[in-house]
């Protein structure tokens, strides 16, 4: 995804008609303060492009993943509800 500013980020999953988001993150990749950082600043970049981030955790994802595609579900009916205003 290329943010405003230009940045270009990897994202998990991303609708890009409904400009929507998912990160999934697991503690490996995101146990640093500077990773802690580094997520903030990208999630300040796709909103700033219109995008709504939804971050989940690996450990839910296994743990229950269709609670987790529920709340994947939830927003795209919000983001589509918003649309046709």
Do not use: C, P, Q
Not at 39 to 61: A, I, K, P, Q
């Amino acid at each position: 995804v290329e943010t405003v500013r230009g940045s270009r980020y990897l994202v998990d999953l991303v609708w890009y008609e409904g400009r929507l988001v998912v990160e999934i993150d697991g503690y490996r990749a995101h146990s640093s303060r500077y990773d802690f950082a580094n997520d903030r600043h990208r999630d300040y970049e796709l909103l700033l492009s219109g995008f709504l981030v939804l971050r989940l955790t690996h450990e839910n994802v296994m743990r229950d993943v269709e609670l987790e595609l529920d709340k994947i579900r939830d927003l795209v009916k919000f983001r589509m509800a918003l649309s046709v205003r």
